[in-house]
């Protein structure tokens, strides 16, 4: 069983999404399963590495962090879209890490641009840095603080 399905939860992932965007019927069905097949024979072929996850304290603290930042920021979007002028300056933010892992970086990639009014733009592995969008760009050294203080060491107590 698992040579045909080598990620079973991605099959079923990939099986459940096609049913839910295209309709339940014996035709989508079929093609529902060739496709959750056939896609977790695809990852086997690319063999990702595992991630080195340590689930400690740290994860709790950061998915409480990623939860509180992400109301915070909903709420401040909405009031700069809602009632500020338009004098507001949205920027470019060069933001230097220490991350290394993949998964670390891909877990810091998700947070930043689930988080309203930020986006993850770009990763320069020579520089070893990412571009950063900020809607509401006051203050860039801050901005740098704040992820590199409040994210970074939890993603590399996580991952490295």
């Known amino acids: 069983m698992r040579r045909l399905l080598p990620y079973p939860l991605l099959a079923l992932a990939l099986f459940g999404m096609w049913i839910l965007l295209t309709g339940f019927s014996p035709g989508h069905v079929v093609i529902a399963a060739a496709v959750g097949t056939l896609g977790a024979q695809i990852m086997r072929r690319l063999s990702p590495e595992q991630p080195r996850i340590r689930f400690n304290r740290a994860v709790v603290k950061l998915a409480a962090l990623v939860i509180a930042d992400i109301v915070r920021s909903n709420i401040a979007v909405g009031r700069i879209i809602l009632f500020s002028p338009t004098d507001r300056r949205s ?62 060491p939890l993603l590399m107590e996580i991952f490295e």
């Open 91 to 152: 920027g470019f933010i060069e933001l230097p890490i220490a991350l290394r892992d993949p998964y670390a970086l891909a877990a810091l990639a998700i947070i930043i641009t689930a988080t309203p009014g930020t986006l993850w733009l770009q990763h320069d592995v020579r520089k070893n840095a990412v571009l950063i969008h900020v809607l509401d760009l006051v203050d860039e050294d801050q901005w740098i603080a704040l992820i590199k203080s409040r994210y970074e």
